[in-house]
């Protein structure tokens, strides 16, 4: 399971910064298989550019499509993609 608030920030890979306390980032794709594993100990956004991801929390299963902009509490998910990335 990928602590995704530490792998983000101590990644160099993602391009990001911090404004109060607050982490943007923009990343492409970087989940290598069908469904991953995430926990988090803050809230998050999820904003999909293109493509579509399905997030599966405690509170349901959400489909995220391009254009759409998702908030998720702190806690465990499991991140579903439709388009694995090579």
Not at 26 to 45: A, M, Q, R, S
Not at 46 to 62: P, R
């Amino acid at each position: 399971m990928i602590n995704l608030y530490e792998d983000i920030k101590s990644n160099e890979r993602y391009n990001k910064f911090e404004i109060g306390g607050l982490l943007f980032v923009e990343y492409k794709c970087p989940l290598e298989e069908k469904f991953v594993g995430i926990w988090t100990h803050t809230d998050y956004i999820v904003h999909v550019v293109t493509g579509k991801k399905t997030l599966h929390t405690t509170d349901g299963s959400f489909l995220a499509k391009a254009g759409q902009l998702l908030y998720f509490k702190k806690g465990v998910a499991i991140v579903e993609q439709f388009s694995v990335c090579n």
